[in-house]
């Protein structure tokens, strides 16, 4: 009896092992790879102690119990609260620095220490210096935008 509590073991500590990679951390392989070989040597000891009729039923019966589990996993939608079922409907501000120009002056609406808030026009921008601070209520002019980003420096330089 001692070999067959081995083997049960061996088996279903392998099968719980790869559904807790599946279920709880892909990606990893660690415990799916560690879950495989505690299966595979629980079959190897069934074939070796006790001969190959006996071997080939065991390592049917882990396949059975295997596919039985899976399938009764995705019948019963268990797997749908570890999906992702929200939508990303954020957007990139591509069109944030139409408008503005390098050499345009505006006013630094809040300290730039280096990042900070500036207005041009009637609309206020985030912004950042080349490591300067400016104190809020500054005149600022833009030396360049690289994208979204705005780069400006005090005009009292």
């Known amino acids: 009896m001692g070999g067959w509590l081995a083997i049960i073991l061996l088996i279903l500590v392998g099968l719980i092992l790869i559904y807790l990679e599946l279920i709880f951390i892909p990606g990893t392989t660690v415990l799916g790879v560690l879950g495989l070989i505690l299966t595979g040597v629980g079959v190897y000891i069934a074939y070796d102690t006790h001969g190959t009729k006996t071997g080939s039923l065991v ?3 882990a396949f059975f119990v295997t596919v039985i589990a899976l ?3 995705f019948k ?3 797997w749908d609260r ?3 079922k929200g939508q990303n409907k954020s957007q990139v501000n591509e069109d944030y620095t139409d408008g503005l120009e390098e050499n345009m ?3 630094a609406i809040s300290d ?3 990042i900070g808030k500036a207005e041009f026009g009637d609309e206020s921008y985030e912004v950042t210096t080349h490591g300067n601070h400016v104190d809020s209520g500054t005149e600022i002019r833009i030396t360049s935008i690289r994208g979204n980003k705005i780069i400006v420096e005090s005009t009292k330089s």
Do not use: D, I
Request: glycine share 12%; hydrophobic share 45%; aromatic share 12%.
């Open 59 to 61: 390592l049917a019966g």
């Open 105 to 107: 002056v505006g006013t």
């Open 71 to 73: 399938v009764y996993s």
């Open 76 to 78: 019963s939608r268990s």
């Open 82 to 84: 570890f999906a992702l």
């Open 112 to 114: 730039l220490k280096p």
